[in-house]
């Protein structure tokens, strides 16, 4: 694919994108919202980020927390951090919603014989293309990019149609869900005064 043909792939892709959020899921289109914790504590200082579910949020021990807490994996940090410089961009946030659901695709259906299986690809690629041109890119090592995946691999192995549109619909039902269930919050350790 050369670069006019990958950019208009991916005017067609965000184009669809952005009427299905526009249509179902308009949360997608807008920045992430971060809550905040305050963490005194005697030695040290820093600031970090996390996915934490919101059930678990609103019974928060933040020190319990930060020694025992559940531990979310690399790429779904970066997916996070990459979500909070995207800000309110609506075409980076797509673009990074798209790439991390479609990755996530292609490596748990890598054995699968799914019918079509090219056209994920030419979505995953597209959005990658994009992403790489504005600086964001992950590690190849890194398959699982957000918390946790809401589309069983029975449900995609059942599809008998996968095209662009069904693509992009379930990946913004899965990505809403996640917004949906957890809440970014920041971490901040501060040195008692």
């Not at 930060?66 to 531990?71: I, K």
């Not at 909070?84 to 673009?95: H, I, M, T, W, Y």
């Not at 995946?149 to 809403?176: D, H, K």
Request: a neutral charge; hydrophobic letters at 40%.
């Amino acid at each position: 694919m050369n670069l006019n043909e990958n950019e208009r792939t991916w005017k067609e892709i965000y184009d669809e994108w952005e009427e299905i959020c526009w249509s179902q899921f308009p949360e997608l289109s807008k920045g992430v919202y971060v809550r905040n914790i305050l963490i005194k504590n005697s030695g040290w200082e820093f600031i970090g980020y996390d996915w934490i579910l919101n059930k678990e949020f609103e019974n928060l021990n933040p020190k319990k927390f930060m020694n025992c807490g559940n531990s979310i994996n690399n790429g779904a940090l970066q997916t996070l951090e990459y979500l909070l410089k995207a800000k309110d961009d609506k075409e980076l946030l797509g673009a990074i919603w798209i790439f991390v659901f479609t990755r996530y695709l292609l490596h748990e259906l890598r054995r699968s014989e799914l019918k079509n299986k090219d056209e994920i690809v030419r979505i995953n690629k597209s959005a990658e293309f994009f992403l790489i041109k504005r600086g964001f890119f992950w590690n190849t090592q890194m398959k699982v990019l957000l918390p946790e995946m809401c589309i069983s691999n029975s449900l995609l192995e059942a599809l008998t149609v996968i095209n662009q549109s069904i693509i992009l619909q379930l990946n913004a039902l899965a990505c809403s869900f996640i917004r949906a269930k957890y809440s970014i919050i920041e971490y901040n350790f501060r040195k008692d005064d």
